[in-house]
């Protein structure tokens, strides 16, 4: 079965840090781009970050350029999403998707990990 | 403010259609692949759509989608209760380099 599922969500201190993974099974986790999406409360669905297959190429939301950084462990199937500075409007659900079925879509997707910025 | 705009409700009674529009403009919708996502409360986002009009298996041809230069349009026919949901669209951007969702249309079956 294809699947993702995220983990490494919690409450943070504004200006804290927050590393989430997303663990892969069930497809060749090496072929594929990888992406994060979050979803903040009341608020639509918001692309975040994507990483190509080698982890030669990064894509970042303006607002978290500087402050996030994803990254990848393809023999450990697993992506990564370190969060560095975090705001409030950082709160949010975040997805890890991928697209197997074809171009530029999100096919497969998490089931979500939350993250709460607050003193 | 989203790149991509769609009108944020419509809604039918169970049985009839609806249509959600996506407008972009040449960097995005223009040049590339539209796909379309159904979102519940609580739960993963599910692709409806993908390559503009590709179904993914196992999603029914009760949903549609369609092109026309720099916009998209998904449909529901049939609305169902269980279609009630959040809908976005969604594709790259070449000239701002992310993806970009729309704003997100809640359909409500009357």
């Known amino acids: 079965e294809v699947q993702l599922v995220e983990s490494g969500g919690g409450l943070v201190q504004p200006g804290g840090s927050l590393r989430l993974s997303c663990a892969a099974s069930?497809?060749?986790?090496?072929?594929?781009?990888m992406t994060w999406v979050r979803q903040a409360p009341g608020k639509g669905l918001e692309w975040v970050a994507n990483?190509?297959?080698?982890?030669?190429?990064?894509n970042y939301l303006d607002s978290v350029k500087g402050r996030f950084t994803i990254s990848r462990d393809n023999a450990k199937k697993s992506l990564y999403l370190q969060m560095d500075s975090l705001r409030a409007e950082d709160t949010a659900v975040y997805y890890c998707?991928?697209?197997?079925?074809?171009?530029?879509?999100?096919?497969?997707w998490g089931q979500g990990t939350t993250v709460t910025v607050s003193s | 403010q989203s790149v991509l705009t769609q009108p944020p409700s419509v809604s039918a009674a169970p049985g009839q259609k609806v249509t959600i529009s996506c407008s972009g403009s040449?960097?995005?919708?223009?040049?590339?692949?539209v796909s379309w996502y159904q979102h519940l409360p609580a739960t993963a986002p599910k692709l409806l759509i993908y390559?503009?009009?590709r179904r993914p298996s196992g999603i029914p041809d009760r949903f549609s989608g369609s092109m026309s230069g720099t916009s998209a349009t998904l449909g529901i026919t049939g609305l169902q209760t269980g279609d009630e949901a959040d809908y976005y669209c969604?594709?790259?951007?070449?000239?701002?380099?992310?993806?970009?969702f729309g704003g997100g249309t809640k359909v409500t079956v009357l």
């Open positions: 390559e503009n009009y």
């Open positions: 998707a991928t697209n197997i079925i074809g171009n530029l879509c999100m096919d497969v």
């Open positions: 990483i190509k297959q080698g982890g030669s190429e990064e």
């Open positions: 040449s960097s995005n919708i223009g040049t590339n692949y």
């Open positions: 969604g594709t790259w951007d070449n000239r701002l380099r992310v993806w970009v």
């Open positions: 069930g497809f060749s986790f090496s072929g594929f781009w």
